[in-house]
């Protein structure tokens, strides 16, 4: 099957033949009334948006990667960007989607959205099976959701962000207070491998290659993970406290001293294969980081 990547809610609105005017950072959806025919099988997509939902009476499975999730009435669960999702329904006769995007939750929720909610960079989400009580609370928050949506108003994203925010709160200190991003880095992040892994690939390619055409950048990682860049270094920066570039940057630099000490290859030549436009950016850096230039290091190591 075809894997639709990149997929944004204005994708997600062309699929379901509904009508938009613009790029769309906010919905809420009945899934009743966007899919009438039951059963259903959604195509496999790697979304760029968060997907909240809430089945009050209904059936199904969705996959997230490897991991396959029943789900039945009064549950709740969401899938965040990057990851290659799908889903059945067998049922679903009263059920809400709130899709959204990273900008509208900085935006109108929390700028500091990570900060504040970790648990939205988590990787693996079954649902969660809710009392009675537990889940009238939460159909409340979408209905009012639901019902601030449909009207028109300059205030509406920040009515909308307001009452997301409560319903993460509520999320958080019923499911999440203990979640915590470090741990799942060090345990089975997968994002953290993939990335890990392209890193180390990366690096070993250029240093066969004469230039490597702006590879070892954080846009080219995000890229080849099919993940927004920002997106990318928040996970990144959640699950193992260093940021994207500067897990780059301790690689370049590594590599750069190998190549000094082991290869024929000048300081010029190096700078270009590890992607620097000039030399003197290579040497600034590597003394930097190093309190010496190539040249002085290479010579110091090597005597």
């Not at 969705?62 to 669960?77: A, E, G, M, R, V």
């Not at 939205?120 to 601030?148: G, H, M």
Request: proline share 5%; hydrophobic share 35%; net charge positive.
């Amino acid at each position: 099957m075809e894997i639709i990547v990149h997929h944004k809610i204005s994708d997600l609105y062309k699929t379901l033949g509904l009508p938009f005017d613009q790029e769309i950072d906010f919905t809420i959806l009945s899934i009743p009334a966007i899919h009438p025919q039951i059963p259903f099988k959604s195509p496999i997509l790697r979304a760029d948006y968060f997907s909240f939902i809430l089945t009050k009476e209904g059936s199904g499975v969705y996959w997230l990667d490897d991991n396959k999730f029943p789900f039945d009435s009064q549950t709740i669960y969401f899938t965040n960007p990057g990851h290659l999702k799908s889903y059945e329904l067998n049922e679903s006769k009263d059920a809400f989607i709130i899709t959204l995007s990273e900008k509208f939750l900085r935006e109108n929720v929390h700028q500091e959205i990570y900060g504040e909610f970790p648990f939205l960079l988590a990787e693996i989400v079954p649902p969660k099976k809710l009392a009675q009580n537990d889940f009238d609370e939460f159909e409340t928050l979408y209905s009012q959701i639901f019902k601030e949506f449909k009207k028109e108003s300059r205030y509406k994203n920040k009515i909308l962000g307001n009452l997301f925010m409560v319903m993460l709160l509520k999320i958080k200190e019923r499911f999440w207070s203990a979640y915590n991003p470090m741990e799942e880095g060090r345990r089975g992040s997968q994002i953290v491998k993939s990335f890990k892994n392209l890193l180390e690939t990366e690096f070993k390619e250029v240093t066969r290659s004469n230039h490597n055409d702006g590879k070892l950048r954080a846009y080219y990682f995000a890229k080849k993970l099919n993940l927004h860049p920002n997106y990318l270094n928040s996970v990144i920066k959640s699950k193992t406290g260093t940021t994207v570039n500067d897990w780059i940057s301790k690689r370049t630099l590594s590599v750069a001293k190998s190549l000094l000490l082991n290869a024929p290859y000048s300081s010029k030549e190096i700078a270009y294969k590890l992607g620097f436009s000039e030399s003197t950016h290579f040497s600034r850096f590597f003394k930097k980081h190093t309190g010496l230039s190539p040249n002085t290091f290479r010579k110091s190591n090597k005597s």
